[in-house]
Nanobody, 120 residues
């Protein structure tokens, strides 16, 4: 019923920018929180950011000042703008839905992920 699909991953040079998109279906976006995660091979999944209609926050310290979340409720799209990319940003990026931006709140749906590779 609820599906999320990430788009926009690819290869980018260090210092470059990339905009990830999360397309949602099956529910009204404005009622839910959307979170971005990433996971590199052999590493634990990292929470990047989360936002609702009223709150926007970057959790990952290394992303602060470089990553920005935005959303378009009408289009049912959520975005992650990533600037000044570093090789350590290389990972698979996922979006997920919650009822609110809290770690103890269950995630309702997950996308399949989009690969981001930062390399020269």
């Amino acid at each position: 019923q609820v599906e999320l699909t990430e788009f926009g991953g690819g290869l980018v040079q260090p210092g470059g920018s990339l905009r990830l998109s999360c397309a949602l279906s099956g529910f009204a976006l404005d009622y839910y929180a959307i979170a971005w995660f990433r996971q590199a091979p052999g590493k634990e999944r990292e929470g990047i950011s989360c936002m609702t209609a009223n709150i926007r926050e970057i959790y990952l310290d290394s992303a602060k000042g470089r990553f920005t979340m935005s959303r378009d409720n009408r289009k049912k799209m959520v975005y992650l703008q990533m600037n000044s990319l570093l090789p350590e940003d290389t990972a698979t990026y996922y979006c997920a839905t919650q009822n609110m931006c809290r770690n103890d709140v269950p995630f309702l749906s997950w996308g399949r992920g989009t690969q981001v590779t930062v390399s020269s």
